[in-house]
Nanobody, 119 residues
Framework: QVQLVESGGGLVQAGGSLRLSCVVSGRIYRINDMGWYRKAPGKQRDLVASITSNGDTSYTSSVMGRFTVSRDKNMVYLQMDTLKPEDTAVYYC???????????????WGQGTQVTVSS
């Protein structure tokens, strides 16, 4: 059973920093892309940052220069600096095309971690 578990969320003042972590456990053969999404109240869940198995990264424009995504084996991280109130959301870890065998793959999501930035 594959599981993604996030940690590191919390309450921080504007201008502060948080580091989110996500550990992927279970039967894993290979993971392609990994990323972080967020969902703010009343909004849809949007991609924040992603990283390929080769380490190539991409970011939504609103976090570029402030957030950094990284990965190490079955872990993915999101370093969030210069946080703004509009970054307040539930942040979800996502594994895109996680292969449990060489032939079987699907997407997986974590349960989410709350990030609240006060002004």
């Amino acid at each position: 059973q594959v599981q993604l578990v996030e940690s590191g969320g919390g309450l921080v003042q504007a201008g502060g920093s948080l580091r989110l972590s996500c550990v992927v456990s279970g039967r894993i053969y290979r993971i392609n892309d990994m990323g972080w999404y967020r969902k703010a109240p009343g909004k849809q869940r949007d991609l924040v940052a992603s990283i390929t198995s080769n380490g190539d990264t991409s970011y939504t424009s609103s976090v570029m220069g402030r957030f950094t995504v990284s990965r190490d084996k079955n872990m993915v991280y999101l370093q969030m600096d210069t946080l703004k109130p509009e970054d307040t959301a539930v942040y979800y870890c996502h594994a895109d095309n996680l292969y449990s065998t060489p032939w079987n793959f699907r997407d997986y999501w974590g349960q989410g971690t709350q990030v609240t930035v006060s002004s």
